[in-house]
C-alpha cells in the first residue's frame, strides 16, 4: 500500500495534479531571462500574484528563471510554439526574431526624464499597435515593455571619449543594431551569450561589457572590473510577450483582467527597478571601495551621441519591415511627451 501511494504521489507531482477532491485549475507558465531577485523576476511574481488573487486561485501561473527552460531563444520560441504562455525576450535577443523591435535598442532615443520613459513605453501606439502587428506575424503578442535601468557599461580602463574605446573587447548582446552601435562608438563589439560573460572578463577575452546595475551586482561582473561608466546611453528595455493563440482564446473578461494588471504592473515595476539599480550600485561600493564610478558630463555624452546618429538609418537597412514608420512615430511620442512633461 505505502508504495502504491507512492508511486500515486509522484504520478501526481509530475502531471501537476493534487491528491484529493478535483479542481478546475488552469496553469500559466512565465519564463524570464534573469536570475531570482533581478527586475524580470520582481515584475513576473508580481504578476503572478495578481493574477491568482484575481481570478480566485482559478488559474495558478509558473514562474521559470534563467536557464531552467533553455536560452534567451528558446524562451521565445517556446512562447511562440504555444508551450509556454508568457515570457519575457528583450531587444537584444529578439531581433533575430522580431527584427523592428531593435527600435528599442538605437542609442539615446528615449528621453533623460524616468517618467517621460514610463508615459512612452506602457502606452505607446508605435509599440503597442504597430511593431506589436510585427509580434503577431511570427505567433507572439506583445503584452508589455518596460525598463529595467540605466544602462551601464564595465571597464578595466577609465573611458571617457570614443578614442578611448579603441581596441576594447566589449561583448553585447546578438543584435546586430548593437553590434553597429559598439562599433561605431568605437569598441571591438563581440556578440557573446551573458553566460560566458563572466569567464570573459575574467580570463581577458573581453574587456567590457554593458548592463544595468543591478544585473552587473547579480551577475558579478563588478568582482572582475575596475571601473563603472554612466554614458547616458540608454534604459534598458525589456518586452513581455504571450502565445498569440493562447491570447486570443482567452474570454473577454480575462483579456480584460490581464491589461489591468498590465497597468498596474507599469507603476510597479517602474519604481522597482528604480529601487534595486539604486541599492545594487551603493553595495557594490560597499563590497569594493577601490571600484570608481564615472558619469559623462554633458560634452563627453555628446561625442557618443554625435556617433550614434547614423544608426538610426542603418537600423531601417537591418530591421527593415515598418521599422522607420515605428522609429519616427516613437520619436515623436516622446518629444509630445517631455513638452506635456
Do not use: C
Not at 528621453?111 to 511593431?131: G, H, Q, W
Amino acid at each position: 500500500m505505502a508504495k502504491s501511494l507512492s508511486y500515486l504521489a509522484i504520478a501526481a507531482i509530475a502531471g501537476g495534479l493534487a491528491i484529493g477532491p478535483a479542481v478546475a485549475q488552469e496553469e500559466w507558465r512565465f519564463a524570464h531571462e534573469e536570475n531570482p531577485d533581478d527586475v524580470q523576476d520582481y515584475y513576473a511574481q508580481e504578476f503572478k500574484r495578481l493574477v491568482e488573487e484575481r481570478t480566485d486561485g482559478e488559474v495558478t501561473v509558473t514562474i521559470y528563471t534563467y536557464g531552467q527552460l533553455g536560452t534567451e531563444d528558446d524562451l521565445t520560441e517556446l512562447t511562440a510554439s504555444g508551450a509556454i504562455q508568457f515570457s519575457n525576450a528583450s531587444p537584444g535577443h529578439l531581433g533575430t526574431y522580431v527584427p523592428e523591435v531593435q527600435v528599442l535598442l538605437v542609442p539615446y532615443l528615449l528621453s533623460d526624464d524616468p517618467d517621460v520613459n514610463k508615459e512612452v513605453l506602457t502606452n505607446s501606439e508605435a509599440l503597442y499597435e504597430d511593431l506589436a502587428s510585427d509580434f503577431q506575424a511570427r505567433g507572439l503578442t506583445l503584452y508589455s515593455v518596460y525598463p529595467e535601468g540605466e544602462m551601464v557599461w564595465t571597464s578595466n580602463e577609465p573611458i571617457r571619449s570614443p578614442e578611448d574605446l579603441d581596441g576594447q573587447r566589449f561583448r553585447v548582446m546578438t543584435s546586430p543594431i548593437l553590434i553597429e552601435a559598439y562599433d561605431a562608438f568605437g569598441a571591438d563589439p563581440i556578440a557573446t551569450p551573458w553566460g560566458e560573460v563572466y569567464s570573459g572578463l575574467q580570463l581577458g577575452m573581453l574587456d567590457m561589457q554593458v548592463n544595468p546595475i543591478f544585473f552587473i551586482e547579480s551577475a558579478a561582473f563588478y568582482e572582475v572590473q575596475d571601473y563603472l561608466i554612466w554614458t547616458g546611453e540608454q534604459e534598458y528595455t525589456t518586452t513581455v510577450v504571450a502565445n498569440n493563440a493562447f491570447w486570443e482564446g482567452l474570454s473577454d473578461e480575462r483579456r480584460e483582467m490581464l491589461i489591468e494588471i498590465r497597468e498596474e504592473l507599469a507603476d510597479f515595476i517602474f519604481d522597482e527597478q528604480k529601487r534595486l539599480n539604486e541599492e545594487s550600485a551603493e553595495r557594490i561600493k560597499e563590497s569594493r571601495p577601490e571600484i570608481e564610478y564615472i558619469v559623462l558630463d554633458d560634452e563627453e555624452r555628446e561625442a557618443f551621441r554625435e556617433r550614434a546618429e547614423p544608426l538610426a538609418d542603418r537600423l531601417v537597412e537591418i530591421a527593415g519591415g515598418n521599422s522607420a514608420a515605428i522609429l519616427d512615430k516613437l520619436r515623436d511620442e516622446i518629444a509630445a511627451a517631455e513638452a506635456a512633461n
